[in-house]
């Protein structure tokens, strides 16, 4: 039995688990959250209960949650939207799997208003620690070995104990949803509605849950009949065993059932609104049904072309250097008297740049947390970008040729571009992260498209306003209401 046991564990646990895989699934169970975050106003969350318990709920341990530790429920709301969009990012996942999972247990515990997938998402994010921290990874898209992608030469580069910590976790999240499966349908056929076929009539005609306009044609036509009926809801029931019993069948029948469960998560989706839940889902059927180490290309392939085409040469500066279209007016023919007589002119780059042909970050230099965060950015850019950009404290610069104030650089740092051009709080900060190494680009140029740049003015906003609270922040960093 042993010997069974040793040929059955022995390809398990000789692939290293870390892959873009797991990594798009730990990116689902993140946007449902932060879609319930979004999509749901905080005082509905924390709705109060029928016993008078006036939520967040912060007794026994959750007390600890970000809801009971934070003053303000929308602190608490933007903190945990900055906590998963790093989740969703793939940035380093051994330093982003604990607030992925402070942040989804918060919601579970704190909350009054939550359903399935945020108790799905929570326990797969414990359950996720032991493989994410054990990462070596910087980005969960990349293949471990890079671009090589040579399975043996990227199990040697990890510790054979990380290796099975990590595999025996997997095994273990796959347990859980096989578990999870197998419970939905053996429970199921204990409800009449559900053993008798008629369960998805009356779902598909609930007030709250029920098919949208655009899809009941469809679906009244098929409930209409009881073959139908009977079809789509013992089908439910079927396909949800098919899935608890895929942990013991070969691959190619486990990416069946991994098509079909996606399909069928996406149709509750579209059918009964419950988005987050799909997400949640997904999730956990990529962790349950991708074979171990399967590398998702498509998401790396997609960033690199954003990063491509972010990095094409334009006509205007980018960061100071001129591209290849660019224009030099000619130099016009002196006239008039001598030089010596002619009047001095204005020099231009007195007004619109610190440096002729250099970009300008002008920051709080006053504030600790401030400027920590200008080093941490320099640190991350290409090595060419620190010679095209300065760096400076707003009291080393002559504020009115910049149309600036004290006020202004207090509450925001500000990237002048040689041409005249500002750009201020978050997009002054994509704009860098454009020219950064890594994945950097990516987010760049995320964070410059809505809607995700509106999410990060309003994150920028609220980390500016609580800057004298985080680490390095002091007096001198409180901002000064208007």
């Known amino acids: 039995m042993l010997t069974r046991f040793g040929r059955w564990a022995r390809p398990r646990f000789a692939v290293p688990v870390w892959s873009s895989g797991v990594g798009l699934a730990r990116t689902l169970l993140a946007l449902g959250t932060l879609g319930t975050l979004l999509a749901t106003d905080p005082k509905v969350l924390m709705s109060p209960l029928a016993n008078g318990v006036v939520p967040p709920v912060c007794q026994g341990l959750g007390q600890a949650g970000i809801w009971c530790v934070t003053p303000d429920l929308a602190v608490g709301r933007w903190l945990s939207v900055a906590a998963l969009l790093l989740v969703?990012?793939?940035?380093?996942?051994?330093?982003t799997a604990i607030p992925h999972w402070y942040v989804s247990w918060s919601l579970m515990v704190n909350s009054t208003v939550q359903d399935g997938g945020d108790q799905i998402t929570a326990v797969l994010a414990m359950l996720l620690l032991p493989i994410c921290l054990t990462d070596p990874r910087r980005w969960h898209w990349r293949a471990l070995d890079g671009p090589?992608?040579?399975?043996?030469?990227?199990?040697?580069?990890?510790?054979?104990?990380?290796?099975?910590?990590?595999?025996?976790?997997?095994?273990?999240?796959?347990?859980?949803?096989?578990?999870?499966?197998?419970?939905?349908?053996?429970?199921?056929l204990g409800v009449e509605e559900w053993a008798d076929g008629t369960a998805m009539y009356y779902w598909s005609h609930h007030p709250t849950f029920g098919s949208p306009p655009w899809t009941a044609p469809i679906t009244d036509l098929v409930t209409a009949a009881p073959a139908g009926v009977a079809a789509i809801t013992w089908g439910s029931v079927a396909l949800e065993f098919g899935l608890a019993l895929g942990i013991v069948l070969n691959p190619r029948a486990r990416w069946v059932l991994l098509t079909l469960g996606l399909l069928f998560h996406g149709s509750?989706?579209?059918?009964?609104?419950?988005?987050?839940?799909?997400?949640?889902?997904?999730?956990?059927?990529?962790?349950?049904?991708?074979?171990?180490?399967h590398h998702v290309r498509w998401p790396e392939r997609l960033g690199r072309r954003v990063v491509?085409?972010?990095?094409?040469?334009?006509?205007?500066?980018?960061?100071?250097?001129?591209?290849?279209?660019?224009?030099?007016?000619?130099?016009?023919?002196?006239?008039?008297?001598?030089?010596?007589?002619?009047?001095?002119?204005?020099?231009?780059?007195?007004t619109v740049g610190y440096a002729p042909d250099r970009h300008l970050l002008v920051y709080d230099g006053d504030c600790g947390f401030c400027t920590a965060s200008v080093h941490f950015v320099r640190?991350?850019?290409?090595?060419?970008?620190?010679?095209?950009?300065?760096?400076?404290?707003?009291?080393?610069?002559?504020?009115?040729?910049?149309?600036?104030?004290?006020?202004?650089?207090?509450?925001?740092?500000?990237?002048?571009?040689?041409?005249?051009?500002?750009?201020?709080?978050?997009?002054?900060?994509?704009?860098?992260?454009?020219?950064?190494?890594?994945?950097?680009?990516?987010?760049?140029?995320?964070?410059?498209?809505?809607?995700?740049?509106w999410l990060a003015a309003a994150l920028y906003r609220l980390v500016a306003a609580q800057r004298h609270r985080l680490p390095g922040g002091t007096g001198a960093c409180a901002v000064v209401p208007e």
């Open 308 to 350: 491509a085409l972010s990095r094409r040469p334009r006509p205007a500066a980018v960061l100071g250097r001129p591209g290849p279209d660019a224009v030099t007016a000619p130099d016009p023919v002196p006239s008039g008297p001598p030089p010596e007589a002619a009047p001095v002119p204005v020099a231009r780059e007195a």
């Open 379 to 453: 640190r991350r850019l290409r090595p060419q970008v620190p010679e095209t950009v300065d760096m400076v404290p707003w009291r080393s610069v002559d504020l009115a040729r910049y149309r600036l104030t004290p006020h202004d650089v207090h509450r925001a740092a500000y990237l002048i571009r040689p041409d005249g051009g500002r750009l201020a709080g978050a997009a002054a900060f994509a704009e860098l992260a454009r020219h950064g190494r890594g994945g950097w680009p990516l987010l760049g140029h995320l964070l410059r498209r809505p809607p995700v740049s």
């Open 88 to 95: 969703i990012s793939g940035w380093r996942p051994r330093f």
């Open 268 to 293: 509750i989706a579209i059918e009964m609104g419950l988005v987050s839940f799909c997400a949640a889902m997904s999730g956990a059927l990529l962790l349950y049904l991708l074979p171990i180490g």
């Open 148 to 188: 090589a992608r040579d399975p043996d030469a990227a199990a040697a580069t990890v510790p054979s104990a990380a290796r099975i910590v990590a595999g025996v976790t997997l095994l273990l999240i796959q347990i859980q949803v096989a578990g999870l499966y197998l419970q939905a349908s053996m429970a199921k």
